[in-house]
């Protein structure tokens, strides 16, 4: 059930990232009067998954705590998991936004609303992380957490908006150059205070005296930054080799664009995989 429940909390980040990510990309655009909503509906699917996945990671944490699977989705031990527990009572907060969020996306409400809603749903999952629960006072690690989660939320949720530009093939070459230029601009100022939240995120889990690492966790952890790089080399090549060229017309850059951002997307997937299995890793060991 540990598998299952890290593939839940991965849907989850996936879902949640992708409406926060797609829908400030879009309100960006729409100041610029790029505006345009191709995806509605399914941002209005992943707004559902969002709610869905976070009402099933709650069984999930009830069957770890009764120590039976199973148990964790009978109504009395839920309802004790989410009166009882601060991740229950961040549950609550995040249910009522992400019911707001499911809503929003289902009318159609303006993008700009939707990423701060969404946002604030991203952000809330902080408080009860590794960072925040590592040392004391844990405002700093859920804060540096929080800004992890949203500079990735962008970040993620940038490339998933920009899918319907280069999917099956690049209709407005023109529009797709202005797109890909504001989402790098804002993309690097994420990619920066990425890397340094997650670098905190490192020293408030990592850094504690007496304690050294699990090897599970350090492994995991490893492979996240490998796949995090390489997310960081394709950002470069799109923003300083294919959109140039692209801007020129190169037609080698047409047939690049959509193979380097689908493979940016790819990994940021495997990397929110990951993440949905250091949740559930101790970080420390005696």
Not at 166 to 177: C, G, Q, S
Request: proline fraction near 4%; charged fraction near 10%.
């Amino acid at each position: 059930m540990t598998a299952l429940f890290a593939i839940v909390r991965a849907l989850h980040f996936a879902c949640l990232m992708s409406v926060f990510g797609a829908s400030a990309l879009q309100a960006q655009a729409a100041r610029l009067g790029l505006s345009r909503a191709p995806l509605r509906q399914p941002l209005a699917f992943a707004a559902f998954g969002a709610l869905a996945t976070a009402i099933l990671s709650v069984g999930f944490v009830g069957g770890e705590m009764a120590g039976d699977p199973v148990q964790g989705f009978r109504p009395d031990v839920f309802a004790a998991v989410a009166a009882d527990t601060q991740y229950g009572h961040v549950f609550l907060v995040r249910l009522i936004l992400l019911l707001g969020l499911s809503l929003l996306c289902a009318a159609g409400g303006e993008a700009r609303f939707v990423a701060l809603t969404a946002g604030a749903a991203l952000a809330l999952v902080s408080l009860t992380s590794h960072a925040a629960a590592a040392r004391t006072p844990s405002l700093a690690g859920a804060a540096s957490d929080a800004l992890h989660l949203l500079t990735a939320g962008f970040w993620l949720g940038g490339l998933v908006a920009l899918l319907p530009e280069i999917v099956p093939r690049i209709r407005d070459t023109a529009r797709l150059v202005a797109l890909l230029t504001l989402f790098s601009r804002w993309g690097a100022i994420s990619v920066a205070v990425l890397i340094a939240a997650g670098t905190a995120n490192a020293v408030f889990i990592l850094d504690m005296p007496g304690m050294a690492w699990s090897t599970a966790y350090a492994t995991w952890l490893a492979v996240k930054i490998v796949l995090a790089g390489l997310m960081v080399a394709l950002a470069l090549t799109n923003r300083f080799g294919v959109l140039p060229a692209l801007a020129r017309g190169d037609k080698e850059a047409q047939d690049t664009i959509p193979l380097t951002v689908l493979a940016e997307l790819g990994a940021g997937l495997a990397i929110l995989l990951i993440v949905g299995i250091l949740g559930l890793t101790a970080p420390m060991r005696m």
